[in-house]
């Protein structure tokens, strides 16, 4: 991705989800997701990283 685009989606994403919003509020019981730029994500942040426990030899005799 080139540097800054992934900002400018998430704003676009913002503008469209708030104007879906503005058009049919009664379809929105909350507000619209987090739309702010995070510099890292994880896939499940909850979930312990155990990768250590996980590594196995694969080696193919």
């Given at each position: 991705m080139?540097?800054?685009e992934d900002?400018a ?5 913002q ?11 009664e379809?929105?019981?909350?507000n ?30």
């Amino acid at each position: 991705m080139k540097s800054g685009e992934d900002r400018a989606i998430l704003t676009q994403r913002q503008a469209v989800y708030e104007a879906a919003k503005a058009k049919k509020p009664e379809r929105w019981s909350r507000n619209t997701r987090n739309w702010d730029w995070q510099p890292e994500v994880c896939l499940n942040p909850d979930k312990p990283n155990n990768n250590a426990a996980k590594k196995t030899d694969t080696t193919v005799h």
